[in-house]
């Protein structure tokens, strides 16, 4: 009896897809600062990141604070090299800090082609680098679903605003099912409720006292979905991969 309900309850819905998302932190692991660390130090950490990701097996992974051209990391674009341990064939990446010898941002991994890709860069709280969001389509049971990686200020509510408004702008076009993913860098019940309205979003059980950012014993990373999606699944990783924690969530697509 129950698997005859399971089956009436797929066959209403349209598909599934797994996604995380992880603040790297420069690959820095739990160490201060990627300063103080060498190179074969922050590609074990990020080897470490590949072991727990590849248990989850996401369709696709967000990244933020990923370096793409980076003298205190050695110069390795981490994403790309993410993604060869993980096996995964697509990557956009968005270079939202550009300094000398200093290039990282947010970026997607996937295991199907990423299309109609688009990078912003969002100012932040002098002296900060510019932050930003990437975002992509993918094809999930012939659906195109849009997923964004993205990382706002933490420090000022009226710049994670306007950094909000640059992604409201960027979607207002999209008809297709969304996730955004990412560093929020702000609990529920701030601002983030707002967010969503704006967004048309939701997160897992928004009152969940689960940490993402130990350090602080706050909730900062969130993964955000449409309404064609239900959380079928939805994890916060307790293993320390960096300052902030493994987020993953299996959302399943509604055909009605």
């Not at 010898?101 to 970026?107: E, I, K, P, V």
């Not at 602080?216 to 993964?223: E, M």
């Amino acid at each position: 009896m129950l698997m005859f309900w399971f089956g009436l309850f797929m066959s209403a819905f349209g598909g599934e897809i797994t996604v995380s998302t992880l603040n790297i932190g420069h690959g820095r692991g739990t160490g201060t600062h990627q300063i103080t660390q060498s190179k074969g130090q922050i590609l074990q950490n990020i080897d470490l990141i590949a072991e727990e990701v590849l248990l989850i097996k996401p369709d696709v992974l967000a990244l933020q604070e990923a370096d793409v051209k980076a003298w205190w990391s050695g110069n390795t674009p981490q994403s790309t090299y993410l993604a060869s341990l993980l096996q995964m064939s697509h990557v956009v990446v968005g270079e939202h800090s550009h300094r000398k010898r200093l290039n990282y941002g947010t970026s997607l991994i996937s295991q199907s082609k990423l299309q109609e890709v688009d990078s912003q860069r969002t100012p932040s709280t002098f002296p900060l680098p510019p932050k930003g969001f990437v975002m992509a389509t993918v094809m999930v049971e012939r659906q195109p679903i849009v997923v964004v990686s993205i990382h706002l200020d933490p420090f000022k509510a009226s710049v994670r605003d306007t950094q909000i408004d640059t992604l409201v702008a960027e979607l207002k076009d999209v008809d297709a099912p969304l996730i955004i993913m990412g560093d929020f860098n702000v609990e529920w019940g701030q601002e983030l409720d707002v967010y969503c309205s704006r967004l048309n979003v939701s997160p897992y059980d928004p009152l969940n006292q689960d940490s993402t950012f130990p350090k602080l014993n706050l909730r900062l990373d969130w993964i955000l979905a449409s309404k064609e999606f239900a959380f079928a699944q939805y994890q916060t990783h307790g293993i320390a991969l960096s300052d902030h924690r493994l987020l993953s969530a299996t959302l399943v697509l509604s055909t009605k």
